[in-house]
């Protein structure tokens, strides 16, 4: 029960890495409320384990965000996961499709920090964990441009939230994933000319010569959440199977 007694926000908990977190932090007894628009896979999550709350929440709208801080009470953290992964390179992302990635990727961090913040300065002790992405600042990727340029900028939004508040019992810390099998990773390789050389491609990649497992993914959040590291603010983790060796 490494969570016990902390209560948690999960966002994009609907499938892939936000899911396995909500069960993973309920399973280690913490109260989570679980956040997505796909409210049909939310109600399937609270089905699987009805301890978990759900709650429709459009993070990239302003108003619903504000309107979901205002009422939720006290919050221990925030574990925000929210991310969209656009492909092609900087000429292949029309000035539509970079606001659209700004506004899913680091928009939503920054609505749901600003807003859940002010009740855990109250409480002088808070925690937030951001999923961003070894494709950042840390590596390029081919055909990740505005994806990967958006990873970057969470990883340094870590780093100033961090610093701006790490005397006021505020933690905040990345985690930098390699490629996760998630239902919108498949989904990415289903649309490609050849979805069977895509999924090779992907795992030839990674040193280790396979893809993570969203619970993995959890397991660092957990102990990103949890007490066990206290002294740890700021950090990019990445968990990447030694993509970026």
């Known amino acids: 029960m490494r969570l016990k007694d902390k209560r948690i926000i999960v966002t994009a908990a609907a499938q892939g890495i936000g899911r396995a977190t909500a069960l993973a932090f309920q399973k280690e007894g913490a109260e989570v409320i679980a956040t997505d628009i796909n409210l049909k896979k939310l109600e399937e999550l609270k089905s699987e384990n009805t301890n978990i709350k759900i709650q429709h ?5 302003k108003e619903d965000v504000e309107k979901f801080a205002s009422t939720v009470g006290v919050v221990d953290i925030l574990f925000h996961g929210v991310g969209y992964v ?3 390179t900087i000429l292949d992302c029309s000035s539509e499709e970079f606001h659209n990635s700004i506004n899913i990727n680091v928009y939503s961090a920054y609505l749901m920090s600003f807003y859940l913040l002010p009740q855990m300065l109250k409480q002088k002790k808070g925690n937030i964990v951001i999923v961003s992405s070894a494709a950042s600042n ?3 990727a081919p055909n990740r441009f ?3 340029t958006t990873k970057a900028a969470l990883n340094g939004f870590v780093k100033a939230i961090a610093a701006d508040y790490v005397k006021d019992g505020i933690r905040c810390n990345a985690i930098l994933p390699g490629t996760v099998e998630t239902p919108s990773w498949e989904g990415r390789v289903n649309l490609a000319e050849d979805p069977v050389q895509a999924r ?3 795992i030839a990649r990674q040193a280790m010569g396979r893809l993570a497992k969203p619970e993995e993914i959890a397991s660092m959040a957990i102990y990103l959440a949890s007490d ?3 002294f740890l603010t700021g950090t990019l983790n ?5 993509w970026t060796l």
Do not use: Q, R
Request: aromatic share 8%.
């Open 57 to 61: 929440l459009d993070s990239t709208n």
């Open 200 to 202: 090779k491609d992907f």
């Open 146 to 148: 505005i994806y990967g």
């Open 86 to 88: 656009h492909h092609g």
């Open 228 to 230: 066990e590291s206290a």
């Open 238 to 242: 990445l968990i990447d199977g030694g």
């Open 138 to 140: 840390v590596k390029g």
